[in-house]
């Protein structure tokens, strides 16, 4: 049916083959019907324009009115009809919503059959995925209890359907998420966390993930239904969605509050997402990095616990590593936000060498200007705090004038109070490089420049001066020798 359909039919018009589906929908043969819909359900699955075609002609009413009324074969088959059209667009979930289906996949929940309630939940799921008005129609409806039943049978094909349609409701809105709170589905899903099925588990954490996502009640919710340590686990799994969802269910967590991120800290959490990270490549190591950042932005003791626990040179391997400009700007901001504290931080930031990492990406007109504005950012933030010195002295020869200034401001600040890095820094070159430096009188950068040269005897700062050596060979010209 399925190959005939897609090869003869279609070319000679859609209203015509539809129109001969819908009346073999009404055949008095059960077997007839089944294929009809499973027909109609192929085609609608294909592409939007013949998922269109079943919506205008007046197709689905029949199979709303036959979904109440017929055998579960019939039921499976037009429940994914409805699937096959609602998953194309708002517009063509809305019109599945409009001729009352949403109450009969709902008793479709409750079926004997466990093949019906998978059915109507992939149908349901597929509807609330686009928004928040849709979502909110299918709660509306009685889904949410219902489906919060179907987590707890045994058939994992409906658990994992069940699990995700949850997910694609709580995603849109505060109140949707409590919806699902509210119907008991967290302490569920929780205990599934280590079920071996991976498709499940990464269900399951995506579902936990988008309730934790929108507010701090509600990712303490979450973890008041004792997913730590247990989700630690899954950061080790074999598959990668399941590490991926692990690590974004952690930050969602993470980024609301210190004491939520304390608590993550305290789980052993950063050090198994500093591991994660190390495990894998590409956007599985996404949440894990900015998981990171959020941890460290929230407090000095934070940054700090992540510093301790190495996530500070795995960072500087992604920002190297990683050829996606959206990961290495994740990495960049992490990075911007430990290094941001004290000098202390700074210098656990710039001793990996990340600093001329970020400089370069700040400065190529290969990166994304995301990448671009998360660099320079990250740098500003780390220079302003950074008092190690060797990691700010190649930047006096290669920084553009917004980042140098930043850089001659830390050196400013430092050689007053440190002879030893006052001689280094004449032995080095970088006295004789912030001479040639052209900065505007009265400038912040010819303040800094004079706080620098106001560590130095006068001779010292002559001698580095651009054209000294001219005026010195002037004078050997005009130098006239004692006659013996």
Not at 199 to 220: G, Y
Not at 223 to 236: D, G, Q, R, S
Not at 314 to 331: F, G, N, T
């Amino acid at each position: 049916m399925h190959s005939l359909t897609m090869d003869l039919w279609i070319p000679n018009g859609q209203a015509g083959v539809m129109s001969l589906l819908r009346t073999l929908l009404l055949d008095v043969v059960p077997t007839i019907q089944q294929t009809a819909a499973l027909a109609l359900g192929r085609l609608a699955n294909y592409n939007d324009d013949l998922a269109e075609a079943v919506v205008k002609c007046d197709i689905l009413p029949q199979l709303v009115y036959s979904l109440a009324e017929q055998n579960r074969f019939y039921k499976k088959a037009a429940a994914f009809v409805l699937r096959a059209v609602g998953k194309h667009s708002p517009q063509l979930a809305q019109a599945i919503v409009d001729c009352g289906a949403l109450d009969t996949l709902v008793i479709c929940l409750e079926d004997f059959d466990p093949g019906v309630k998978e059915a109507a939940a992939w149908a349901l799921r597929y509807i609330a995925r686009h928004n928040a008005e849709l979502s909110q129609a299918v709660v509306d409806a009685g889904a949410v209890p219902l489906l919060v039943l179907c987590i707890q049978e045994p058939e994992i094909a409906l658990k994992r359907i069940a699990a995700s349609a949850l997910s694609d409701i709580a995603k849109h809105s505060p109140e949707l998420a409590q919806t699902v709170v509210d119907a008991g589905a967290v302490a569920h899903l929780a205990q599934m966390i280590l079920n071996p099925d991976a498709k499940l588990k990464h269900q399951i954490l995506s579902a936990l993930s988008q309730v934790s996502k929108h507010s701090v009640d509600l990712a303490e919710m979450v973890v008041e239904a004792e997913i730590f340590p247990v989700v630690l686990t899954c950061l080790k799994d074999k598959d990668e969605y399941v590490k991926k969802n692990a690590s974004t269910l952690i930050r969602e967590i993470a980024k609301h509050t210190p004491e939520l991120s304390q608590l993550v800290v305290n789980a052993g959490g950063v050090a198994a997402v500093i591991d994660c990270i190390g495990s894998c490549k590409g956007n599985t190591r996404l949440p894990g990095i900015m998981m990171l950042g959020y941890v460290a932005a929230h407090s000095e003791n934070l940054a700090m616990a992540v510093i301790i626990s190495k996530g500070v040179p795995q960072l500087s391997v992604c920002l190297s590593e990683e050829p996606e400009d959206h990961i290495k700007a994740a990495a960049a901001w992490a990075l911007g936000q430990i290094g941001r504290h004290t000098p202390e931080h700074a210098r656990a930031v710039a001793v990996t060498n990340a600093l001329p990492v970020l400089l370069s990406l700040y400065m190529s007109t290969e990166s994304s200007e995301d990448l671009q504005v998360k660099s320079k950012k990250a740098i500003k933030n780390i220079l302003q705090k950074c008092t190690y010195l060797p990691a700010l002295e190649p930047f006096l020869y290669d920084a553009p004038p917004n980042i140098l200034k930043h850089v001659v401001g830390q050196f400013s600040k430092v050689l007053p109070h440190d002879s030893k890095a006052r001689r280094l820094f004449v032995t080095s070159g970088g006295l004789k490089k912030v001479q040639e430096i052209k900065a505007e009188p009265g400038s912040l950068l010819q303040e800094y420049i004079n706080s620098i040269n106001n560590c130095y005897p006068e001779e010292i700062v002559r001698y580095y001066s651009p054209g000294y050596s001219d005026t010195l060979l002037q004078r050997v010209d005009s130098y006239q020798p004692l006659n013996n």
